[in-house]
């Protein structure tokens, strides 16, 4: 079962990383994504990392602030959030599926609770 934790409170600017892990399923043969939704705003890709890790993607507005990673030994993935700004506040979720990471919330099969991101201007 995935869970995603890590995240916070953090000041503009600033920065934070949120992790996924799973209990049952090794990670590394799942492509993972990384989405996030805000109140009254509908779910939104964020990052991808593909099965294996060697490819990575990311929304234009975290592109070049954002990092996607893996540790396999942890059978972790992680997203290391920097220059945070306030539109970056929203519950950040962990999701997997079978194959190369798709930037739909409808495409993946495997879901983990949100985390919340809070960040204040």
């Known amino acids: 079962q995935l869970q995603a934790y890590g995240g916070g409170l953090a000041q503009a600017g600033g920065s934070l990383s949120v992790s996924c892990t799973d209990q049952?399923?090794?990670?590394?043969?799942?492509?993972v994504g990384w989405f996030r939704q805000a109140p009254g705003k509908e779910r939104e890709f964020v990052a991808g990392?593909?099965?294996?890790?060697?490819?990575?993607a990311y929304a234009d507005s975290v592109r070049g602030r954002f990092t996607i990673s893996r540790d396999n030994a942890k059978n972790t993935v992680h997203l290391q959030m920097n220059n945070l700004k306030p539109e970056d506040t929203a519950t950040y979720y962990c999701?997997?599926?079978?194959?190369?990471?798709?930037?739909?919330?409808?495409?993946?099969?495997?879901w983990g609770r949100g985390t919340q991101v809070t960040v204040s201007s």
């Open positions: 999701a997997a599926r079978p194959g190369d990471w798709r930037t739909g919330p409808g495409d993946y099969d495997y």
């Open positions: 049952g399923r090794t990670l590394n043969f799942y492509g």
């Open positions: 990392s593909s099965l294996g890790g060697r490819r990575t």
